[in-house]
């Protein structure tokens, strides 16, 4: 152990965690299969946990009242091609588990209750979509079942070791990284520090008007009836920007949406705050939300919530609000989504809906939603349950195999793992996937962004293009960059 590890962490408590520690690792040795030992952990963020542990890949989840964090690699899955989620199911059903220990003694795995094992990561938007930087190494699909993972729900926090017999034997190492991990959770906490702007490069206006433009043509020659069209803006900075950073910085801003990190070895770092939940899976019962419809709040007071004129704010969400609702078009927008989840489910469970979308509001803009809970008839995977669902068309369109294949050929920048499934799955198959809008990849000093529209009949480019500014703002603002806009609704469904 260090010398700042011993400072951190009080003599008692490190004797009993190691001493826990070396009795789980006993019972790991004798097992056959991955070994499951939990300790007590405070509550932290899930960037405290990842921070410093940069030469390890690295997840993250944090929604609700469920953290996850993870480091270093027990186990990584990788699908490829149309078959990838089928892959991924396989490969995590091949998986053999050992059991469990808890406070050194052994258990079956489910008595690890909140700490139970769990996959993180996702997919690409598409198969072939992350094969360019800055995707480079992320590939089709690919979860890891991390090393460490850090748990914590209602206030119970989590450290969890994965090892098998072979690694059981590496004792010092994982009393070595145990003590590290305590050391930075008991730090008092960091100020975040983002690298000055250098360079902010939004993709060209005239190109997206005319991507935009090349989209209505389409439907107005009847071929599809919507599109959803992504911009990029890359952001060059004057030094490498921490994922935990950015991560905290996403927590603070974002807290109403869940926040992702997804760094695989040797590749750079998607992270995310996004409104959008597209499967969760607990048993039987399923729960999708149909996210799609926009309206953006004022970019004053709706910049800054909190501020000392709350009640100015509260109008202006007033006001998107009801112009969002009373839009026919946003409304038939909305329906196409309603609709596909509904199909993508009904030969599966039994699928019930409001017949009327409510509104999410967000730091910036508004939705509308409608939430889906179904009963599964048998039970799927979370991820066969993914496969059915993407791309709904609040992130790709109408019809869902043309829109996928304009998108592949046409769209200037491959999406990598832009508008798709991110999150976590048990060795259950129950699981919770996000769809990683508002979100970028960390590259060295860079930052590249994303941000997408559904283009429909009547979609106006400036419109469209003064949409993308609006999303942008959530990963902007957290690096520490204000951008205005012009535009203060936008008319258009996206991301």
Request: hydrophobic fraction near 50%; proline fraction near 6%.
């Amino acid at each position: 152990m260090t010398a700042a590890a011993q400072q951190a962490e009080p003599a008692d408590r490190w004797a009993a965690m190691s001493a826990a520690l070396s009795a789980g690792l006993a019972i790991a040795a004798r097992g056959d299969g991955l070994t499951f030992i939990a300790l007590p952990a405070p509550v932290v963020s899930a960037a405290v946990v990842i921070d410093g542990f940069a030469d390890q890949p690295r997840v993250a989840w944090a929604s609700g009242e469920l953290t996850l964090a993870g480091i270093g690699c027990a186990r990584e899955l990788r699908g490829a091609g149309a078959n990838r989620w089928d892959e991924l199911v396989h490969g995590a059903r091949e998986v053999a588990v050992a059991g469990a220990v808890v406070a050194g003694a052994p258990v079956g795995w489910p008595a690890l209750g909140i700490a139970r094992p769990r996959w993180i990561g996702g997919a690409a938007f598409a198969p072939g979509s992350a094969d360019r930087a800055p995707w480079l190494g992320f590939g089709d699909a690919w979860f890891l079942l991390p090393r460490w993972t850090y748990t914590s729900s209602g206030g119970d926090a989590r450290l969890v070791l994965a090892v098998d017999a072979a690694d059981a034997a590496e004792a010092g190492r994982w009393h070595d990284e145990l003590a590290d991990l305590l050391a930075g959770l008991a730090a008092p906490p960091r100020p975040p520090a983002q690298p000055a702007l250098l360079e902010l490069q939004p993709a060209s206006a005239d190109q997206w008007r005319a991507q935009v433009t090349a989209i209505t043509d389409a439907i107005a020659r009847g071929v599809c009836s919507k599109i959803v069209a992504a911009r990029t803006c890359t952001v060059a900075l004057a030094g490498a920007v921490r994922p935990a950073d950015l991560l905290a910085a996403l927590d603070h801003r974002h807290a109403d949406c869940a926040r992702v990190l997804i760094q695989p070895p040797g590749a750079g770092a998607l992270v995310a705050a996004t409104p959008e939940r597209l499967i969760r899976r607990d048993g039987d019962l399923v729960r999708c939300d149909a996210l799609a419809g926009t309206r953006s709040i004022h970019p004053g007071a709706a910049g800054k919530p909190g501020s000392d004129d709350a009640a100015a704010r509260d109008r202006l969400i007033a006001e998107a609000s009801a112009e969002l609702v009373a839009s026919q078009k946003e409304r038939r927008e909305h329906a196409l989504v309603v609709e596909a989840i509904h199909a993508a489910l009904a030969d599966c469970a039994e699928v019930e809906a409001p017949t009327a979308p409510d509104v999410r509001v967000l730091r910036h803009v508004v939705h509308l939603l409608t939430p889906f809970r179904a009963r599964l008839r048998a039970p799927r995977h979370v991820l066969e349950l993914a496969g059915r669902l993407h791309p709904t068309p609040a992130v790709g369109g109408t019809p869902r195999e043309l829109a996928a294949e304009w998108i592949r050929s046409r769209e200037p920048a491959a999406r990598g793992w832009y508008a798709a499934p991110v999150g976590w799955f048990d060795l259950d198959g129950n699981g919770e996937l996000a769809v990683a809008i508002r979100s970028g990849v960390l590259a060295g000093n860079r930052a590249h962004l994303w941000a997408g529209g559904g283009i429909v009949a009547g979609s106006d480019p400036d419109r469209e293009l003064a949409e993308t500014e609006i999303k942008l703002r959530a990963m902007l603002g957290a690096l520490g960059i204000e951008r205005s806009s012009s535009s203060s609704s936008s008319g258009e469904d996206g991301r």
